[in-house]
């Protein structure tokens, strides 16, 4: 791979991740409810979601999905019905009563839920792997070996998506200084649960023709 197509396939997902999408809208929701201390583990979760999406399509499961549609439709809606289930969780979040400002109320035993769900809601995106099999294929040098390709990309890929993440989560973090009442909270939580919601029955009706 020249460098100038790196260059440009790396602008082209730079300008495609900094678009908030369910991922993105997970990661600021845990971060306005835990602090900092979310941001390392949701954007684990993020860059293995990443990670695992983008190998498989490349391998040939975006395309698979792209012809099946019993497969497709399998696999939209585990993806569709989870991002709800997240909606209804965040919908029904408790209310913080206590100093919402500081970064020591993430009980240990939440952290791997936190990861698995960000994991989950990136790599269970069927729109993800076919976004990847008809996004990558624009810059790969048909002359070339294609693994090397496949590596310097999904490199390139998830650590961008990961520096995505964590800039959202430390910008969500700042914020929780200005989200101390109930009301605020309230809304917060109704307004990314709804999105959430929404993201889910979008993912879940959506259909090949779109």
């Known amino acids: 791979?020249?460098?100038?197509?790196?260059l440009a396939f790396a602008a082209a997902a730079a300008v495609i991740l900094v678009i908030p999408g369910p991922t993105i809208l997970l990661v600021v929701s845990y971060s306005l409810g835990y602090g900092r201390k979310t941001a390392a583990v949701t954007a684990s979760g993020v860059a293995l979601g990443d990670f695992v999406a983008m190998t498989a399509s490349m391998l040939g499961l975006g395309a698979l999905l792209a012809t099946s549609a019993e497969l497709f439709t399998v696999l939209r809606w585990i993806g569709g019905a989870y991002l709800i289930y997240l909606g209804i969780k965040l919908w029904r979040?408790?209310?913080q009563t206590g100093p919402i400002s500081d970064n020591d109320n993430l009980p240990e035993r939440k952290s791997h839920r936190i990861f698995i769900h960000a994991?989950?809601?990136?790599?269970?995106?069927?729109?993800?792997?076919i976004f990847f099999v008809s996004f990558?294929?624009?810059?790969i040098d048909r002359n070339a070996e294609f693994l090397p390709q496949m590596v310097v990309m999904e490199l390139t890929f998830v650590t961008l998506a990961t520096l995505n993440a964590l800039g959202y989560a430390f910008l969500a973090d700042r914020a929780r200084s200005l989200i101390r009442k109930a009301s605020v909270q309230k809304t917060v939580n109704r307004t990314g649960g709804a999105m959430l919601i929404s993201a889910g029955t979008v993912t879940a009706i959506y259909s090949r023709a779109a």
């Open 119 to 129: 994991f989950m809601v990136t790599a269970l995106n069927p729109k993800s792997l």
């Open 1 to 6: 791979m020249s460098v100038e197509t790196w």
């Open 93 to 95: 979040a408790p209310i």
């Open 136 to 139: 990558v294929p624009q810059f």
